[in-house]
């Protein structure tokens, strides 16, 4: 672990309890930074919501724009969260501001959460460094999540919305989706990915009580492959755009979202094509070539992807890549699959069964699933799968018995493990 994230745990509880009153008192005793934000984008959202951010913030750069950004969870170092201008936080500027945070905490008598204080943090930290614009990403649901203290947001994002989190969000679609609706607010326009009816029916009546427009995908805006590239389509023009650097159809769909953003801030064309080829975001479907895995992957002339999708609906956009690579360039398939222990691994492999990927079941540190059980679920989902000790014991396996295309996926911690083992691959 990291020292910032081992200062944040040794000094925080580490539940997640959603609610806005700790939050409020924390931000008051700061000086309430979040009033003092550049404009904001907030994006809420089950999958795609870090691609999205993502994808605005290098378009938005592309345009000369210097950005704020903050994301979750980190995948080695906590400093990831918090981007400042275009640049992530050094620990010479952070470790004050933790200070300050502490302070505050100690004279408010407020109880803040790990997430309640890393998001204070980064509102003090984006509150003193200029930028023209901040990029919120909500931590978990909306209503009540930390970072829904912003009060006018210059737009709201919505990226798609499906089944996670069930123990404190819940099992109905509809129920989840009023939840991730709660960052819309009074008069401030809603860009809104394509839903499920039932999730855009709630979406709509969120809306409608706040007085807040929306922009919807498939209505308002369309985006698709074509010839290679990417067409996006609205009300008023076509755009012919280069494909985005980020690998899958599902990031069509995030880039057509992230487009439809940056024609609300009127930039320009050539920005949206030139962000759209720089775009990086790490672990999702990210081809690794250096470090350990890497160099193992290259000696044996073998592909290795790395992915942190951890719900069904991730496994489905994992499985429509993998198909859609297949088809043009089939290789045998191995999976080498880690997941926290509370996440619903049957719809992720049920996503995936079709794929005829060999499966390899791991552990990482922290709360994850028994490898042995994670197998057995896989093999229920007619996949064959093998428990190993380790990610290395398993790349070595499935490298061995032949896979030329090999996919570390499952969740994020994991791919934080795999990137953290060589400074070579750290996020930055």
Known sequence: ?????????????????????????????????????????????????????????????????????????????????IRLAGQLIADEALNPILDRMEAAIDASGSQATVFESTTAAAFVAMSETPADLAIIEVGLGGILDATNIIERPLLSVITPVDLDHAEFLGTSLRGIAVEKAGILKPGARGLIARQAEEAMAAIELAAAAVHA?????????????ERGGMAFQDQSRFLDLPAPSLTGPHQIANAALAVAVALELDLPEAAIAEGLRAVRWPARMQRLTAGPYGDAARAADAELWLDGGHNPHAGRALAETLLERQSRAPRPLALIVGMLANKDAGGFFEALKGTDAAVFTVPFEGAAAEPQALAAVAQGHGLGATACGSATEALERALRLGAGRVVICGSLYLAGEVLGASRETWPD
């Open 1 to 81: 672990m990291d020292p910032i994230s081992e200062r944040l745990r040794a000094r925080h509880p580490q539940r997640i309890d959603l609610s806005l009153e700790r939050m409020r008192v924390l931000c008051a005793a700061l000086g309430d930074p979040q009033h003092r934000l550049p404009p904001v984008i907030h994006v809420a959202g089950t999958n795609g919501k870090g691609s999205t951010v993502a994808f605005i913030r290098a378009i938005a750069e592309a345009a000369g724009l210097s950005v704020h950004a903050y994301t979750s969870p980190h995948l080695v170092r906590f400093n990831e969260r």
């Open 213 to 225: 427009p929306l922009t919807v995908m498939g209505v308002d805006f369309d985006g698709w492959a």
